[in-house]
C-alpha cells in the first residue's frame, strides 16, 4: 500500500489521464469540427468586466475538466472558424497541440541538457533545419524562445555586446558613446521597446522612413544615418513581412549598406519567415541568408500554437554574446561555448518549454511542402480577397505582398478624422456582429480595415461572405 494520501494520488493517476484525456479530446474534436463548419460568431465577445464578473463568479472550486476546459475553448476567439481573418494567429494544426500536451507532460525545462536531453537536440535539429531553409551560412545557429518581441530583444542584445565596442555585459551599458540603431518607421513595437528596455532612450532609436510601399530602402537608411548627430549606430532592423501590411525590406540592398558601414544587420522575420517554404514567394526574403541575425516566429505561417520563435544568427557563437554569464549551480563550462548543449545561456529564459516537438513533429508527419503549399494558399486568398474588397468599392492602398491587406470603406465626401471614424466604426460593428473577425491599423493615408489570412482552410466562399458583410454593415 502506497503511503502516498489518496486525494494526490487521484490527480496523478494515469487512468485519470486515460480517462479524461479521451472526453476531452472528443470533445475538442467535435469543436474543431463545428468552429469548421463556421457555426457559432466568430469571437464571443462581451465587454471586460462583464466577463470577469462572469469567471469569477464560478469561483475556483468544484470543478469538472473537461466541462471547464470546454467552457474556456468555447468561450475563446475561434480562431478555426474560417470566418477569422484578424491578427496574425493561426489556427494551429491540431498534432503539433497534440505535441504541445507531451510537452506539458514531460515538462522537460532545458536550460541544461540534462533537463532537456531530448529536446535539446531536438531544438538543434529544428534550428539547423530553420537556418537551412533560410539559407544562411554553415556555422550558423541559434535558439529556440518565447515569442518575436523576446527573440528580438535577445537578438539585439546579441548584437550590442558584439558591436558597442566595449564589454556591455561587464562594464554596463553606459561604459562608452551613446549607441543608436537604424528602425524602419514601420517596425513591429517589440523594437523600439528593446532599445527602450537596453537603456537607450528614445534617441536610441533612429526611425528610417519607409516608402510608399512601406519598405525601408538602403536610400532611407541612408538618411537617417545622416541625422545619427553624436549617436554612434551599430545596426540595422529590417522586416521581412511587417505587421501592419505585410510589406519586404529590400534585403540585398539593405545587406550591402550594412556590410559598406560595418553595421549588424538584424531581420525580423517574426511574420514572414514562412514564405521560405514557399518556391514561389521565397524570392521576398532574398538577401537574408546574409543578416547577422533573424527572429522567425513558427507560431505564425507555420502554424504552431503559440509560442515557437527562432533566434538564428549567421555565426552561432554570436548566440552566446546576449548573456555572457557563469552561474555554477547550472552550467558547467567556464565558457559558454564548451557546454554548446546548455540552452539556458542563449535565452533570457531558464525554464523553457521544449517548444521543438510541435515543428519537430510537424515537420516529420506533414513534411516540409505542406507548409509551402500552406503559404502558398494563403497568400493566394489574400490577393483574391484584395481584389474582391477593390471590385466592391473598397480602397485597397496596396497591393498584399504576403497574407496582409489594409483596405478601408470611404463613402463620397468623407475625409481625415471623419473617414477614420467611420472606418473604426465598421470594425467595430463587425467585431460587435460576431459573424466575422477583422482588425485595424493606423496606415499614413489614415486607419484601415486590416484582415490576416492565416487560416488555409478559408475559402472563396468566405471572401465573398465577408465583402458582402462589410457592404451590408457599411450602408
Ligand atoms: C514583425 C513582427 N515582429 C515581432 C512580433 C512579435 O512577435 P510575438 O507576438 O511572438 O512576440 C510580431 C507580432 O505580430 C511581428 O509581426
Given at each position: 500500500?502506497?503511503?502516498?494520501?489518496?486525494?494526490?494520488?487521484?490527480?496523478?493517476?494515469?487512468?485519470?489521464?486515460?480517462?479524461?484525456?479521451?472526453?476531452?479530446?472528443?470533445?475538442?474534436?467535435?469543436?474543431?469540427?463545428?468552429?469548421?463548419?463556421?457555426?457559432?460568431?466568430?469571437?464571443?465577445?462581451?465587454?471586460?468586466?462583464?466577463?470577469?464578473?462572469?469567471?469569477?463568479?464560478?469561483?475556483?472550486?468544484?470543478?469538472?475538466?473537461?466541462?471547464?476546459?470546454?467552457?474556456?475553448?468555447?468561450?475563446?476567439?475561434?480562431?478555426?472558424?474560417?470566418?477569422?481573418?484578424?491578427?496574425?494567429?493561426?489556427?494551429?494544426?491540431?498534432?503539433?497541440?497534440?505535441?504541445?500536451?507531451?510537452?506539458?507532460?514531460?515538462?522537460?525545462?532545458?536550460?541544461?541538457?540534462?533537463?532537456?536531453?531530448?529536446?535539446?537536440?531536438?531544438?538543434?535539429?529544428?534550428?539547423?533545419?530553420?537556418?537551412?531553409?533560410?539559407?544562411?551560412?554553415?556555422?550558423?545557429?541559434?535558439?529556440?524562445?518565447?515569442?518575436?518581441?523576446?527573440?528580438?530583444?535577445?537578438?539585439?542584445?546579441?548584437?550590442?555586446?558584439?558591436?558597442?565596442?566595449?564589454?556591455?555585459?561587464?562594464?554596463?551599458?553606459?561604459?562608452?558613446?551613446?549607441?543608436?540603431?537604424?528602425?524602419?518607421?514601420?517596425?513591429?513595437?517589440?523594437?523600439?521597446?528593446?532599445?527602450?528596455?537596453?537603456?537607450?532612450?528614445?534617441?536610441?532609436?533612429?526611425?528610417?522612413?519607409?516608402?510608399?510601399?512601406?519598405?525601408?530602402?538602403?536610400?532611407?537608411?541612408?538618411?537617417?544615418?545622416?541625422?545619427?548627430?553624436?549617436?554612434?549606430?551599430?545596426?540595422?532592423?529590417?522586416?521581412?513581412?511587417?505587421?501592419?501590411?505585410?510589406?519586404?525590406?529590400?534585403?540585398?540592398?539593405?545587406?550591402?549598406?550594412?556590410?559598406?558601414?560595418?553595421?549588424?544587420?538584424?531581420?525580423?522575420?517574426?511574420?514572414?519567415?514562412?514564405l521560405?517554404l514557399s518556391a514561389a514567394h521565397r524570392h521576398r526574403?532574398?538577401?537574408?541568408?546574409?543578416?547577422?541575425?533573424?527572429?522567425?516566429?513558427?507560431?505564425?505561417?507555420?502554424?504552431?500554437?503559440?509560442?515557437?520563435?527562432?533566434?538564428?544568427?549567421?555565426?552561432?557563437?554570436?548566440?552566446?554574446?546576449?548573456?555572457?554569464?557563469?552561474?555554477?549551480?547550472?552550467?558547467?563550462?567556464?565558457?559558454?561555448?564548451?557546454?554548446?548543449?546548455?540552452?539556458?545561456?542563449?535565452?533570457?529564459?531558464?525554464?523553457?518549454?521544449?517548444?521543438?516537438?510541435?515543428?519537430?513533429?510537424?515537420?516529420?508527419?506533414?513534411?516540409?511542402?505542406?507548409?509551402g503549399?500552406?503559404v502558398d494558399?494563403?497568400i493566394a486568398?489574400?490577393?483574391?480577397?484584395?481584389?474582391?474588397?477593390?471590385?466592391?468599392?473598397?480602397?485597397?492602398?496596396?497591393?498584399?505582398?504576403?497574407?496582409?491587406?489594409?483596405?478601408?470603406?470611404?463613402?463620397?465626401?468623407?475625409?481625415?478624422?471623419?473617414?477614420?471614424?467611420?472606418?473604426?466604426?465598421?470594425?467595430?460593428?463587425?467585431?460587435?456582429?460576431?459573424?466575422?473577425?477583422?482588425?485595424?491599423?493606423?496606415?499614413?493615408?489614415?486607419?484601415?480595415?486590416?484582415?490576416?489570412?492565416?487560416?488555409?482552410?478559408?475559402?472563396?466562399?468566405?471572401?465573398?461572405?465577408?465583402?458582402?458583410?462589410?457592404?451590408?454593415?457599411?450602408?
Amino acid at each position: 500500500m502506497s503511503d502516498v494520501p489518496a486525494a494526490i494520488r487521484d490527480a496523478y493517476d494515469p487512468e485519470r489521464l486515460r480517462a479524461d484525456g479521451h472526453r476531452l479530446v472528443d470533445a475538442l474534436a467535435d469543436q474543431l469540427a463545428a468552429w469548421q463548419r463556421r457555426e457559432g460568431v466568430a469571437v464571443p465577445w462581451r465587454p471586460m468586466d462583464e466577463a470577469r464578473a462572469a469567471w469569477a463568479g464560478q469561483g475556483l472550486a468544484g470543478g469538472e475538466l473537461v466541462g471547464d476546459l470546454m467552457a474556456a475553448a468555447r468561450a475563446s476567439t475561434a480562431l478555426a472558424n474560417p470566418r477569422v481573418m484578424g491578427h496574425q494567429v493561426p489556427p494551429p494544426l491540431p498534432s503539433s497541440a497534440l505535441a504541445e500536451l507531451v510537452s506539458a507532460l514531460v515538462n522537460n525545462g532545458m536550460a541544461v541538457a540534462e533537463m532537456g536531453p531530448a529536446a535539446v537536440p531536438i531544438e538543434m535539429v529544428v534550428i539547423q533545419w530553420m537556418c537551412k531553409t533560410l539559407g544562411l551560412p554553415a556555422g550558423a545557429g541559434g535558439v529556440l524562445t518565447s515569442g518575436g518581441s523576446l527573440g528580438n530583444l535577445t537578438a539585439l542584445l546579441a548584437m550590442r555586446q558584439a558591436k558597442a565596442g566595449w564589454n556591455v555585459w561587464r562594464d554596463g551599458a553606459h561604459a562608452g558613446p551613446p549607441l543608436a540603431v537604424i528602425v524602419g518607421s514601420d517596425a513591429h513595437y517589440s523594437v523600439a521597446r528593446t532599445v527602450r528596455i537596453m537603456g537607450w532612450g528614445d534617441a536610441g532609436v533612429i526611425p528610417a522612413q519607409v516608402d510608399r510601399e512601406h519598405r525601408m530602402t538602403a536610400a532611407a537608411v541612408e538618411a537617417a544615418l545622416a541625422r545619427a548627430g553624436d549617436r554612434r549606430v551599430i545596426g540595422l532592423v529590417a522586416a521581412a513581412g511587417s505587421t501592419a501590411t505585410g510589406a519586404f525590406d529590400p534585403l540585398p540592398e539593405l545587406a550591402d549598406l550594412a556590410a559598406a558601414r560595418g553595421l549588424w544587420l538584424h531581420v525580423d522575420a517574426a511574420h514572414g519567415g514562412g514564405l521560405a517554404l514557399s518556391a514561389a514567394h521565397r524570392h521576398r526574403l532574398a538577401g537574408i541568408e546574409r543578416a547577422d541575425s533573424v527572429v522567425w516566429d513558427a507560431h505564425k505561417l507555420l502554424m504552431m500554437p503559440a509560442l515557437v520563435t527562432a533566434v538564428l544568427y549567421k555565426a552561432e557563437a554570436s548566440s552566446y554574446e546576449a548573456f555572457a554569464q557563469q552561474a555554477s549551480y547550472l552550467f558547467a563550462g567556464t565558457q559558454p561555448s564548451d557546454t554548446w548543449w546548455d540552452l539556458g545561456q542563449r535565452t533570457l529564459e531558464c525554464t523553457k518549454r521544449a517548444m521543438s516537438f510541435e515543428l519537430w513533429a510537424a515537420l516529420r508527419v506533414h513534411g516540409e511542402a505542406w507548409f509551402g503549399a500552406c503559404v502558398d494558399r494563403q497568400i493566394a486568398l489574400t490577393a483574391t480577397l484584395a481584389r474582391k474588397l477593390a471590385a466592391a468599392g473598397f480602397e485597397v492602398p496596396l497591393a498584399p505582398t504576403a497574407n496582409i491587406v489594409c483596405y478601408r470603406h470611404r463613402p463620397p465626401g468623407l475625409t481625415g478624422a471623419a473617414l477614420d471614424a467611420h472606418n473604426r466604426m465598421v470594425r467595430q460593428r463587425v467585431v460587435d456582429d460576431g459573424t466575422f473577425y477583422i482588425v485595424g491599423t493606423q496606415l499614413p493615408g489614415g486607419y484601415h480595415l486590416r484582415s490576416t489570412i492565416m487560416n488555409p482552410l478559408i475559402e472563396d466562399r468566405d471572401l465573398d461572405e465577408l465583402v458582402a458583410h462589410l457592404q451590408a454593415l457599411c450602408r
